[in-house]
């Protein structure tokens, strides 16, 4: 049978996991409400992170005071979350903006301004163009 916790380590455990739902909720919310692939990005990289990092830090308090040392072996769920939710997000969008590029879809309203010279025109646009220069 363990002992029991003290107080301030319940407590402050029960804080980050509230704090983690709190986080999570947000990005939920975010994704419902944002109409477009790109700003429903952001969200789930961005609070599920945060959520991540509430989750780990409330696991090594715990372990920590269960155990009566340092408990640092959920560093590396962070870790590895650290370096594979940046590069995941990256995957994405290059992913949409090549799906768009290839499509013949020409509405890219949602597409942020620093990358709109990535999206090709449409073939009826670049034929345009090539009409109107001499």
Not at 31 to 52: C, Y
Not at 78 to 102: D, G, N, Q, S
């Amino acid at each position: 049978m363990s002992t029991p916790l003290s107080i301030w380590v319940e407590w402050s455990v029960s804080l980050l996991l509230a704090l983690s739902g709190v986080f999570t909720l947000s990005a939920a919310v975010g994704v419902i409400r944002f109409k477009s692939f790109f700003q429903r990005m952001h969200p789930p990289a961005l609070a599920f992170s945060f959520s991540a990092w509430c989750v780990t830090l409330a696991t090594i308090v715990y372990f920590s005071a269960q155990d009566e040392k340092l408990a640092l072996h959920a560093w590396l769920i962070i870790i590895f979350l650290a370096l594979t939710v940046p590069v995941t997000t990256i995957l994405l969008a290059r992913t949409e903006l090549f799906r768009r590029r290839t499509s013949q879809d020409t509405g890219h309203d949602d597409i942020p301004p620093s990358l709109i010279h990535d999206v090709a025109a449409p073939p009826e646009a670049q034929q345009e163009q090539k009409a109107r220069t001499p």
